[in-house]
């Protein structure tokens, strides 16, 4: 308990000295639950529909890739961690109609299971271009505590398994739970060697590192939910 808490204190200077509250930086958003749920992965339906339609409008949502060029700036990309089915059921149909672009980063081991994404409706998806298929890796597990030889299996078979299986070119891995207390910075390093874009859960903006892409955590009491749709 007391080394986690440590972390987290760690964790909130960090953000601090990588400048969280420098509005010119682009912002990459994670989501996980859109649903009526009451918790901190969840976001309404509602509040989804506001957000992305207020992004869209502003044309502010990009690829990952596109944050590389300098003329980009206060940009925002959406991803989604897991997959829960309420992003299927609920936030598919406005990504479609909308044709914005975002990132599904899917754990192997949550796929075809109870209240997640089915093999045929990541098809299904991916059948838009504006889809991109991510690894969450095998097992949702903190990385720091597993093993150099562990984590490479979760990020080489992960890769394989999503390329093999939705005939896709895998080049992002999101970290499951992402903060400096679930993965350390060798195995950031670690997965910055087979993957393009290394994502984390540290919340702040980016700051132009593609090894070590910060998320905002997205939900019904998020700072940057609530200043967008206010």
Known sequence: MVRRILFIIYQRIYTLFRSIHNDQFSRVLMFHNISKENNDITISKENFYKLITKLNDEKRICRIEELKYPSISKSVVITFDDVFQSVYVNAYPLLKKLQVPYLLFLNIKMLDKDNYLTTEQVKEMLSDSNCILGSHSINHVFMRNISEEKLQLEL???????????????????????????????????????????????????????????????????????????
């Open 156 to 230: 080489l078979n992960s890769k394989e398994f999503l390329e093999k299986n939705f005939d896709v070119i895998c080049t992002s891995f999101a970290f499951p739970y992402g903060s400096l207390y679930a993965c350390s910075k060798k195995n950031i390093i670690q997965a910055s060697k087979v993957y393009d874009y290394v994502f984390t859960t540290i919340n702040m903006n980016f700051d132009g590192d593609f090894h070590n892409i910060p998320r905002i955590n997205v939900n019904n009491n998020c700072k940057f939910l609530k200043e967008m749709i206010k």
